[in-house]
T-cell receptor, first 114, second 113 residues
Framework: AQSVTQLDSHVSVSEGTPVLLRCNYS??????LFWYVQHPNKGLQLLLK??????LVKGINGFEAEFKKSETSFHLTKPSAHMSDAAEYFC????????????FGRGTSLIVHP | EAQVTQNPRYLITVTGKKLTVTCSQN?????MSWYRQDPGLGLRQIYY???????DKGDVPEGYKVSRKEKRNFPLILESPSPNQTSLYFC????????????FGPGTRLTVT
């Protein structure tokens, strides 16, 4: 069965420094992978998705993620954090083994210090 | 504007009083889903629907019911709410399951006393 693990529940960075949010997945098939962002008191919004095209995926607001099959990882990065990036981030996997029903990670809270 | 709407946004109720949270999407999506979000647990799926009249249990279906009589609507029903159902609830829809982006509603914060 598919599963996803977000390795950090909280990540704290200073404004202007790089961001790395880690996600490992488990899938017996070719997975689709997503990152969603949830700002305080808001719904979730798609940041980016991987669906077996290019392994380096660019998303909104300067975020990108790289699909690494050998490491079963899909880490989210951004070169320079902005105060507005402070939010909860969710990694999501789906594959045909799970009937394409998405499985969410538990979330990583990104804290950005001035 | 493409959107998923939920009502009500906030609800305080008492144990045992039946309630319905409505969800509607205007994108002609086939797949709809309900999640609950609790601190430290992320989003957990309650029920999902692949299309009209097709619904199935997610990870935490106990105490909830759903129906999908029309493509655009997917109400969540709590027949006899209990305090452990106090949570933040999200409805989502996508073109179909899996490889497509999910669009989320703004959330419904439910408190059961």
């Amino acid at each position: 069965a598919q599963s996803v693990t977000q390795l950090d529940s909280h990540v704290s960075v200073s404004e202007g420094t790089p961001v790395l949010l880690r996600c490992n997945y488990s899938s017996s098939y070719s997975p689709s992978l997503f990152w969603y962002v949830q700002h305080p008191n808001k719904g979730l919004q798609l940041l980016l998705k991987y669906t077996s095209a290019a392994t380096l995926v660019k998303g909104i607001n300067g975020f990108e993620a790289e699909f690494k099959k050998s490491e079963t990882s899909f880490h989210l990065t951004k070169p320079s954090a902005h105060m507005s990036d402070a939010a909860e981030y969710f990694c999501v996997v789906s594959d045909r083994g799970g009937s394409y029903i998405p499985t969410f990670g538990r979330g990583t809270s990104l804290i950005v210090h001035p | 504007e493409a959107q998923v709407t939920q009502n009500p946004r906030y609800l305080i109720t008492v144990t045992g009083k039946k309630l319905t949270v409505t969800c509607s999407q205007n994108m002609n999506h086939e797949y709809m889903s309900w999640y609950r979000q609790d601190p430290g647990l992320g989003l957990r799926q309650i029920y999902y629907s692949m299309n009209v009249e097709v619904t199935d249990k997610g990870d935490v279906p106990e105490g909830y019911k759903v129906s999908r009589k029309e493509k655009r609507n997917f109400p969540l029903i709590l027949e006899s709410p209990s305090p452990n159902q106090t949570s933040l609830y999200f409805c989502a829809s996508s073109l179909n399951s899996g490889t497509y982006e999910q669009y989320f509603g703004p959330g419904t914060r439910l408190t059961v006393t």
